[in-house]
């Protein structure tokens, strides 16, 4: 398994697993199974290598597979096409959803009860392949790390103009044979954002509590 989100009016949980040959699934698990030890309901196909989860105020829940963004609501699931998609995160005080897809973050409305709707799309400068994301819905600024030229960095995104800061910060290198930048998380109870390197075996933290955000 790789995502992982909670439903805030539910408390259900949607896991996310790749698989081990790329043909994973979702599945929901609610309260009672938590507390049973259940199995959760059955997994839902929804493409290939899914890999992040969000779910929305109002239950909706969003994943990235290889290919797509997914939408899942009750029986009901709608596709768009987003090659290389992969890192995904939900503002809940904008009602925005994020996308990590090859070089291209996208930002989505996810806001009412109409259709899913982009808002911009963007890339950085100089231009990096995006991974994973975070978000502070109080600062309203978007964290993404992203790869190039074997060094990985964190971007920084102000959700009220949808630009990128003009610092970004060296969060060490990757493995050049398909590795990502996979970990990252707000903690919104000290305003720090932590990222993980996987290659080197370290944590990079940042405060999130000045203009702009410092390591």
Request: glycine share 12%; aromatic share 10%.
């Amino acid at each position: 398994p790789r995502g992982v989100a909670i439903g805030r009016t539910t408390g259900d949980a949607y896991v996310a697993s790749p698989g081990t040959d790329g043909h994973g699934s979702i599945k929901k698990y609610t309260l009672t199974d938590v507390t049973n030890g259940t199995q959760g309901q059955p997994a839902i196909n929804v493409g290939n290598w899914p890999s992040w989860v969000a779910v929305d105020s109002r239950g909706r829940v969003y994943v990235t597979t290889e290919v797509e963004l997914v939408r899942l609501e009750g029986t009901d699931s709608k596709k768009w096409g987003l090659p290389g998609a992969f890192g995904l995160a939900l503002d809940p005080s904008s009602e925005r959803l994020y996308t990590a897809s090859s070089a291209t973050l996208t930002v989505w409305d996810v806001s009412g009860t109409g259709d899913t709707t982009i808002i911009t799309s963007l890339k950085t400068n100089p231009e990096y392949l995006l991974d994973v994301i975070a978000v502070n819905p109080t600062s309203g600024r978007v964290f993404v790390t992203g790869r190039s030229n074997f060094t990985s960095r964190l971007w920084v995104l102000d959700r009220n103009t949808n630009s990128w800061l003009d610092t970004s910060f060296v969060v060490g290198s990757y493995d050049p044979a398909g590795g990502r930048m996979r970990g990252i998380s707000f903690n919104p109870r000290n305003g720090y954002v932590y990222v993980s390197n996987e290659l080197f075996s370290q944590v990079y933290v940042f405060a999130d509590s000045g203009s702009p955000a410092c390591p």
